[in-house]
């Protein structure tokens, strides 16, 4: 009996052992001649209208990079979940990326709900996460980097624009989710501390795509005076909004701005987009020879009618892949999660939307500050850019 417990006791060390080689990640997925990481989009969704860009743009850069030889003479090897713009189901892709694929590190994710959720496990197991979208900022996480930009660095800029050169009036809307409320608080003390007017403040459900009522309470609320309304409404949502509002045809007194129009909408929509702002780090009409190369590249493997609606969040994931590839190429042999982390520390990638630098106080990119108007042909022109990038700070 007591050789019987012994051997139990022993197969228990061993079984342990082995879940913290596996589980904590700290030189998961990585052999001989390969790098394992994991892709974590909406392929399908509300949103998934957005993260295409996002999984094509990661695609694209994986390839390129083991095309030019690799990380240290290693291949890349992804492997990719579809988390359906659900955090639970964010949640379970995450987990199973860590345990059964083993990856080394993840890339991936657009809504802040699932960016949110899957923070506990990648505390857990020691994992980090590449995040390639713009976000609230506010709650940073340790085993995050953030390749996306952050309020100050867009809406810092974006409301006083309005402000100026639109109107004093605001009327905001968005899903009701973790960014949109993060993102109304930041715009209501910028407005207020402008001395402009708040006139309608209302967050609605993500499966809204009916929006008289509120168009109509628009009209009542602003009046002739007219309004900015500040609308940040995620995947089919926002493009009903968009639609509805063009058909009503009340744009000449009201012009929507928004932080999530970006090109895979405004090339969907076309005119009914034009003439509405946006604000991000990127446009793809950005004139400068590495978006261009970008832009052929990404033609050439997914179509060139795909290249007219890459977004901010897909340059965002194309970064993030090669700042990631950067990061562990300074890790050498030595892969562990703590490395990682530490190599993205000023590490400078020269990205389509211009250089861009990791901050090695926070794990956020400097960045330039850009707004843009969406034309005719639902293309975005930039009509302002901040002189040089800006320092990211995310709990501002």
């Given amino acids: 009996m007591k050789k019987f417990k012994r051997t139990i006791a022993m197969l228990m060390v061993t079984a342990m052992i082995a879940f913290c080689f596996t589980g904590c990640g700290s030189k998961g997925g990585s052999s001989s001649d390969t790098i394992k990481i994991g892709l974590a989009f909406s392929l399908t969704g509300g949103t998934a209208i957005t993260e295409e860009a996002m999984y094509n743009s990661a695609v694209l850069a994986i390839e390129e990079i083991n095309a030019a030889g690799g990380i240290n003479g290693k291949q890349i090897e992804y492997v990719v979940k579809d988390y359906a713009t659900d955090p639970d189901t964010a949640v379970k892709v995450i987990k199973e990326l860590i345990l059964q694929d083993e990856v080394t590190a993840i890339v991936g994710l657009y809504t802040s709900a699932s960016r949110v959720a899957v923070e506990p496990i990648l505390e857990e197991y020691e994992v980090p996460l590449v995040y390639p979208t713009f976000y609230e900022g506010e709650e940073p996480n340790d085993y995050v980097v953030y390749t996306g930009c952050v309020p100050n660095q867009q809406g810092d800029y974006f409301v006083p624009y309005l402000f100026e050169n639109v109107s004093e009036n605001f009327y905001l809307l968005g899903t009701d989710t973790t960014y949109a409320q993060g993102i109304n608080r930041q715009a209501t003390e910028l407005i207020n501390s402008l001395g402009g007017n708040i006139v309608g403040d209302e967050l609605v459900s993500s499966d ?79 004139d400068s020879e590495a978006n261009k190369a970008f832009l052929t590249a990404y033609g050439e493997k997914f179509g060139e009618d795909k290249a007219s609606s890459v977004t901010a969040v897909g340059e965002a994931t194309y970064d993030a892949v090669y700042l990631l590839a950067g990061s562990l190429e300074k890790c050498g042999d030595d892969i562990t999660t703590d490395n990682i982390l530490a190599n993205f520390d000023d590490l400078s990638f020269d990205a389509p939307q211009g250089t861009i630098t990791v901050d090695p106080e926070n794990n956020h990119i400097y960045c330039k500050a850009r707004i843009g108007l969406v034309q005719e042909d639902g293309s975005i022109a930039t009509i302002f850019e901040s002189d040089d990038v800006i320092k990211p700070e995310p709990t501002k």
């Fill in 208 to 286: 809204i795509t009916e929006f008289s009522d509120i168009i109509a309470k628009i009209k009542d609320t602003c009046g002739d005076e007219g309004c900015v309304i500040y609308a940040n409404l995620n995947g089919d949502s926002g493009t009903a909004f968009y639609t509805q509002f063009a058909a009503a045809g009340l744009s000449d007194k009201y012009t929507i701005a928004s932080f999530i129009m970006d090109e895979s909408f405004s090339t969907a929509l076309g005119s009914a987009a034009a003439d509405t702002y946006a604000s991000v780090n990127y446009f793809n009409s950005i």
